[in-house]
């Protein structure tokens, strides 16, 4: 089977480097703010969409014409990259994905990519890469890259340059090394709970630096904006960012490695993180109820990073050949496994459950967690439908092949 993967460094540029990876991502977020503005304009008079081979013959008015010549100066691939992912962001707008395509901001999301592998020259052996109009670039060589080059990605965070290699290999058909089947119940006063007892605490990576970001939002608030008292506060605030990031990244990482290794299917439940940490605030003429406790419960839902830590147990999963099974979330954490008695008082406490027809007693999370290994296996062995979405459907037979034999 096909491997695609990405290796992500940090680059060492010089100076006069620095300089033009900032110019080219700012050229790339001209092109996609201007071409985004045309697009609502043609759509507001009336008028079709452009595609992309329309966008296309307009960058190469808008870099050979008297307006915008500094558009010459960047690599023409990025900026044919960046129309399409307007496209692609029109694309997730429309099949009902994703809200509808917004203006980019300078200092968020910074980047540039090359697609065309032909242009890249990469020699692990003296940890540098060749890239279009920037030449040789150094970078910290931390693991080998495996694979054929496809494409490279440029991105700043935190006031740092990574590039990012993304590569395809061939590798044997995989088979999951464990036999055994799991359900795994994540939460906020616990990062996630498995069925067999195991429980992974929450880092609280913001919530740890909470109160020192609070402290330099408020020095960078009296600072004269765009001074240069107030770039460096702002860059100080971009750093703590990109640390407390860095830190919920790198325990998303260690913790879906140890379930993945030693687990060959993952239940789990479908959650649309998205609609529960929605804002309570309401409007003016409706205001909303606990608008600060629901903003204090938004912001630890989304410290956990359940959706990256989903997305990272899925490819794990695939590459080791097991898989992830999504289970629809209702009643999870009200039912008896014992009796099958569903109510929500059974959930007395946030951390114990007591079952009030029969007496059945037991950690919450646990419980929980069991109840999702039970609709796992009927997924798995009676086919009852997985839940769509980003889960991986999967039909009875395929869902218990990685465990055969």
Known sequence: MKRLQAYKYELMPTGDQQRDMRRFSGSCRFVF????ALQKERYERGEKKLGYVGLCKLLTEWRNGTETPWLKDAPVHP??????????????????????????????????RYPDPKQIKLDQGNSRIFLPKL???????????????????????????FVSIQTEREVEQP??????????????????????????????????????????????????KFSNNWKKAKVRVQKLH??????????????SHEISQNHAIVVI??????????????????????VRAKSGLNRSILDQGWSEFRRQLEYKQQWRGGCVIAVPPQNTSRTCPACG????????????????ACGYSENADLNAARNILAAGHAV??????????????QEPAEASQPISG
């Open 33 to 36: 703010n201007k071409t985004l």
């Open 135 to 161: 030449g040789w670039l150094r970078y910290r060589n931390s693991r080998q890259a495996l694979g054929e080059v496809k494409q490279v990605t440029v991105s700043a965070n935190g006031g740092k340059w």
């Open 175 to 224: 088979r999951h090394p464990s036999c055994s089947m799991v359900g795994l119940d994540v939460g906020v006063a616990k990062f996630a709970t498995l069925s067999d007892g195991t429980v992974y605490a929450t880092v609280g990576s913001y919530r740890k630096h909470e109160e020192r970001q609070a402290f330099l939002q408020r020095q960078m608030s009296r600072k004269t």
């Open 79 to 112: 900026l044919q990259q960046t129309l399409k992912d307007l496209e692609r962001a029109y694309a997730n707008f429309f099949a009902k994905r994703a809200d509808y395509p917004r203006y980019k901001k300078k200092g968020r999301h910074d980047s540039f």
């Open 380 to 393: 798995s062995a009676c086919g009852e439908p997985v839940q769509s979405g980003r889960s991986m459907k």
């Open 242 to 255: 990109a640390k407390v990031a860095n830190i919920r990244r790198d325990y998303l990482h260690k913790t």
């Open 341 to 356: 008695h569903v109510a929500k008082e059974n959930r007395k406490t946030r951390a114990q459950f007591e079952c009030v």
């Open 269 to 290: 439940e479908d959650l649309q993180v998205r609609n529960m940490s929605k804002s309570a605030a309401g409007t003016v003429e409706t205001p909303g109820r606990h």
